[in-house]
């Protein structure tokens, strides 16, 4: 999200770091973990789709596309909606597997 000049300085002004830095106390507070995904998880560009399909767009799509379809299988996507879906997996695919 860094890489787009308009967002840069509201997301910037919303101070990531602080976040971070309150979640990662909080759960480590609550004996929770905290999973970080990289930064340039193409959250939103990636098919979510019943998570067969796997589509990614080569392109990022202006922030003005609030949906798409899927080329490969059709699906018809809301981007924050999508982008959250793939999160969450990309975040369970990171977590470390409880001992
Ligand atoms: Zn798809």
């Known amino acids: 999200m860094m890489r787009s000049h308009k967002l840069a300085l509201h997301i910037a002004d919303a101070s990531w ?13 609550n004996g929770k973990e905290l999973v970080i995904i990289d930064r ?20 990022a799509k202006d922030l003005s596309v609030r949906l798409w379809e899927c080329p490969e299988c059709g699906a018809l996507h809301d981007r924050d909606i999508n982008a959250a879906q793939n999160i969450l997996k990309e975040g369970l695919r990171k977590r ?4």
Do not use: M, V
Not at 17 to 29: F, H, N, V
Not at 40 to 59: D, H, I, L
């Open 40 to 59: 340039f998880f193409p959250s939103s560009q990636t098919c979510g789709y019943c998570g067969y399909c796997g589509y990614r767009n080569k392109e």
């Open 17 to 29: 770091g602080e976040i971070r830095r309150q979640l990662t106390c909080k759960t480590d507070w």
């Open 96 to 99: 470390t597997p409880a001992t």
